[in-house]
């Protein structure tokens, strides 16, 4: 559509990337954090929009992010090797693996990925097996050993596979993510126009 068109296009969501959420993901960070470069994120999950966007964005702004997902859920090939090229520029780490417990030690935050119950009917049985296989990524005992944490929400649906404990402790920033989507949402569309 970009190719072809004399406007700007917005990708809001897609099944390869989520820039908007990725976006605003950062931007919450930054208002928590400071500084972004050299940064070590955790995300917790599987290889999905999401995680290809906070590849892409983190490699971009010098982010060290550690993903970590089931071997057969892992981020795509070809995400991972463009931004490892950009990260080689800005001196970001991008660093695959499978253990979760290993990937969140060292983390200044951890960003667990939320299932939708709407994203498992409209998916069917591939992602009841995929809920399945990231569950286990989500034990209290994982997320419990760094400080703030950064959710992502589907469209105010419930989160299944994270722990209310987590979700809705005093460490989480979910609230302040969710509301930054709308700013930052506001800042694409003036920054385009």
């Known amino acids: 559509m970009a190719a072809n068109a004399s406007i700007p296009v917005i990708n809001a969501l897609s099944d390869k990337f989520h ?32 995680c290809h966007s906070l590849i892409y964005l983190a490699a971009r702004l010098g982010v060290h992010l550690r993903v970590a997902t089931p071997a057969e859920y892992a981020p795509l090939p070809d995400v991972v090797a463009d931004s490892k090229r950009v990260a080689r520029e800005t001196k970001a780490k991008i660093e695959l693996m499978t253990d979760p417990r290993q990937a969140v030690t060292g983390a ?18 591939s992602a009841k097996h995929r809920l399945s296989a990231i569950s286990g990524q989500h034990r209290a005992d994982v997320a419990r050993r ?10 105010g649906a419930p989160c299944l596979e994270v722990a209310p404990e987590i979700l809705d402790g005093p460490q989480s920033v979910v609230l302040d ?17």
């Open 19 to 50: 820039p908007c959420q990725a976006l605003a993901d950062f931007f919450t960070l930054e208002e928590k954090f400071g500084a972004l470069r050299g940064f070590k994120l955790t995300y917790v999950g599987d290889g999905n929009n999401v």
């Open 177 to 193: 993510q969710s509301e930054n989507r709308m700013y930052v949402q506001k800042a694409i569309l003036h920054t385009l126009f």
């Open 146 to 155: 760094v400080g703030r944490r950064v959710h992502a929400l589907s469209s």
């Open 108 to 125: 200044q935050a951890v960003y667990n990925r939320c299932v939708d119950q709407h994203g498992l009917r409209s998916r069917g049985a």
